[in-house]
């Protein structure tokens, strides 16, 4: 447990989403123990020890990222399981590969961005699809979540602070 109050939590199996998610309200994180593959150490298509380690970690030592993560988490508890799914693509898009303008550019800052050098060249390329981060819009039409190959589309917020204002407001 770090001076944040997260608390990285090794799971040896498969979670449901509600699981994971909930642990969020409790600054619980529940982390993999997998490795990738050495033949492809740029991209793994599920998530590994050193995206956790590379993507979430650092991200928790960061107040304000610790307490967006943390109200994800607190919206999940007592969900409804359409809302879970909702939750769980804002979760995806955001946390693990959300975008943010800095000095007109896109910047990454989701998990599974700053975890893959292959996504994170991937999503500032003019390849995939970049929309505007408007939650409603992704917790309505983006609940099937790509998880075994790069990301089609990306949400780019104003700043870091809009999408987790954004989030929370949604959450709400």
């Known amino acids: 447990q770090g001076r944040t109050g997260w608390r990285l939590k090794p799971v040896g199996g498969l979670l449901t989403q509600r699981e ?5 309200a409790f600054r619980v994180f529940h982390s993999t123990q997998y490795i990738r593959h050495h033949s492809a150490p740029m991209y793994t298509p599920e998530p590994d020890i050193v995206h956790e380690l590379l993507g979430h970690a650092p991200m928790f030592a960061h107040k ?3 307490e967006f993560s943390q109200e994800i988490g607190l919206a999940s508890l007592g969900a409804s399981e359409i809302e879970i799914t909702r939750l769980a693509a804002l979760y995806w898009f955001t946390i693990e590969f959300g975008l943010c303008k ?20 991937y999503c500032v390329s003019d390849e995939p699809e970049v929309r505007p981060l ?4 992704v917790a309505q039409n983006y609940t099937v979540i790509p998880i075994s190959k790069l990301q089609p589309t990306y949400f780019v917020a104003e700043s870091f602070q809009q999408a987790k204002a954004d989030i929370i407001d949604y959450c709400n």
């Open 20 to 24: 994971f998610l909930n642990g969020l």
């Open 134 to 137: 408007i939650p409603s819009d």
């Open 64 to 66: 304000e990222f610790g």
């Open 102 to 121: 800095e000095d007109g550019k896109n910047k990454a800052y989701g998990a599974g961005l700053m975890s893959s050098v292959e996504e994170i060249k």
